[in-house]
């Protein structure tokens, strides 16, 4: 059984008190005793604030993103040992929208997943087809490549560190989730082509999370299908009440 993994990605909302405030509430209402992952992934500037808030809480720390280069004349980059010296356990990679806004292609995801990895960093890997894709039936196509390329010469011990979120891009902060049928369809084919890929330890171990606006009446029956093993939630996760809800589920 793969423990459920909820993590709240709070894209470019929060100051350091909205967030410091929101890590102490979490804290409070978030007793760690269930078997569950949780995380939240602050903005950078929140990040070292929100890991001395969470410290011992038992709630882990993500970064929305991050460079692959090591260090160096990169204006505007952050590294992945800034993120470890940040207190950052994980880190999203290949979000929908640094693929569509910030042209992130899957080559440079493939060395962002690798730089995290080398760093000490769990990825929270990001795919996920538009509506175009889906309405043009290339939904698998979409998800293979993304996975394939993605995960380019990465080996076992590597993707034992990994988190797959499926996230359809039309589902994403509109309000519309992908039905768990929908959903569950994906995700199953994610776990067989992990197993292609791998073996069947690997796919059975790893966590494959589904985002997509996620929320506390979703959420239930999402997490009823046998390969949904978390959620990545974006608007919901801001406000504490809403996101305790859904690590509660
Ligand atoms: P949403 O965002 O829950 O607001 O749809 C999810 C995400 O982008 O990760």
């Not at 080996?155 to 990994?162: E, F, G, V, Y």
């Not at 988190?163 to 995700?187: D, F, L, M, N």
Request: proline content about 4%; glycine content about 8%.
């Amino acid at each position: 059984m793969v423990a459920p993994f909820i993590a709240g990605n709070w894209k470019m909302n929060k100051t350091i008190r909205d967030a410091v405030d929101f890590a102490n509430q979490l804290k409070s209402l978030y007793t760690g005793l269930d078997e569950r992952e949780v995380v939240i992934a602050p903005p950078f500037t929140a990040l070292y604030p929100v890991a001395e808030a969470l410290k011992e809480s038992g709630i882990r720390l993500s970064a929305q993103n991050l460079s692959d280069k090591t260090e160096g004349a990169y204006t505007g980059e952050v590294s992945a040992m800034m993120l470890v010296d940040a207190g950052c356990e994980y880190v999203i990679i290949g979000h929908s929208e640094r693929r569509a806004l910030f042209s992130e292609r899957d080559a440079v995801i493939n060395s962002k997943i690798s730089m995290a990895l080398v760093s000490g960093l769990k990825p929270i890997f990001c795919i996920g087809e538009t509506l175009n894709e889906r309405e043009e039936l290339q939904t698998f196509n979409i998800i293979e490549r993304q996975i394939k390329e993605g995960l380019n010469n990465l080996n076992t011990d590597d993707i034992r560190r990994l988190v797959i979120a499926y996230e359809p891009v039309w589902a994403i902060g509109t309000g519309k989730t992908a039905i768990p049928e929908q959903a569950q369809e994906v995700h199953a084919f994610i776990r067989q082509l992990i197993e292609k890929m791998y073996n069947e330890n690997v796919a059975r171990d790893i966590a494959v999370i589904y985002g997509g606006s996620v929320n506390p009446k979703n959420i239930g029956d999402l997490m009823a299908e046998p390969d949904i093993n978390g959620a990545l939630v974006g608007g919901a996760s801001l406000d504490v009440e809403s996101f305790i809800k859904i690590i509660r589920f």
